[in-house]
């Protein structure tokens, strides 16, 4: 929060405007393979919503649901939405990719992995046509609760907050 002329406003802190540059400081294992260029950069600010359920191991634990954030420029205007299942990169004029995780690496504490997507193939012509990797970076919050999770409380949900640097590219 800032305070402008005597009122608390939300600045928007993301590194995008670093992205270059910072991407030989990105995990190996997430870094987008060579022959792609960068073509857009937003900031995803929304939640996450998970469900206490039986997991994997058969025991109770809080699951990864999907997301609902909206996709912002670096001047703060929207410019589409990532919401899941399945997990979908969609653009204002229409557009949109689903993709393939292809390796995260930590976020830190507190915060989702960073990860790698290999974008399918876009529904509709736009922003997101011969869109071929997703980088998620910069994350924070949006971690499962840390409230308990047992058979006395299946079924709840719980929404996070979180907000995280999505790095669009292309063939190129």
């Known amino acids: 929060m800032q305070n402008i002329n005597g009122k608390m406003t939300l600045v928007l802190t993301s590194a995008l405007l670093l992205i270059p540059a910072a991407q030989a400081v990105v995990p190996e294992s ?3 393979p060579a022959g792609n260029q960068l073509v857009m ?13 039986a997991a994997d191991t058969g025991k109770p634990a809080w699951v990864f649901m999907g997301p609902d954030a909206m ?3 670096s001047a703060g ?14 653009s204002a004029d ?5 993709g393939k995780q292809l390796a995260v690496a930590p976020g830190g504490d507190g915060n989702i992995p960073l990860q ?12 997101m046509t ?5 980088q998620r970076l910069n994350t ?12 006395g409380n299946q079924g709840d949900r719980q929404v996070v907050q979180y907000q995280a640097d999505y790095l669009f590219w292309k063939a190129g």
């Open 30 to 32: 997430v870094q987008v």
């Open 41 to 53: 950069e937003t900031l995803g600010i929304g939640e996450i919503t998970y469900e206490c359920k």
């Open 71 to 73: 996709l912002k420029d």
């Open 77 to 90: 205007n929207e410019t589409g939405r990532y919401f899941g299942p399945p997990a979908t990169w969609q």
């Open 94 to 98: 229409g557009s949109s990719v689903t």
């Open 116 to 127: 790698l997507v290999q974008a399918n193939p876009a529904d509709g012509e736009g922003a």
């Open 130 to 134: 011969g869109v071929t990797y997703i």
């Open 140 to 151: 924070q919050g949006g971690v499962a609760p840390a409230m308990d999770c047992s058979e």
